[in-house]
């Protein structure tokens, strides 16, 4: 199983929203959120919208896959 984890880092004024996957690969919101819920909100929402990296991540975490 892979873990992808979603974070909030301080940032001016807010909080940037990034999502980190299995192979160290972050990626980072331009814009900043003004809260730590917003933040993550924004992040599950971008990583949502990235169906063909969460397809690549699911198959290569199935048996079938080696």
């Known amino acids: 199983m892979h873990t992808i984890e979603l974070s909030a880092t301080p940032k001016g004024n807010g909080y940037q929203a990034t999502v980190t996957f299995p192979d160290g690969v972050s990626m980072s919101s ?36 080696s």
């Open 30 to 65: 331009a814009e900043t959120y003004p809260t730590i819920a917003e933040a993550i909100a924004a992040a599950a929402r971008k990583l949502l919208d990235m169906p063909d990296r969460l397809n690549a991540l699911g198959k290569s975490a199935s048996p079938s896959a």
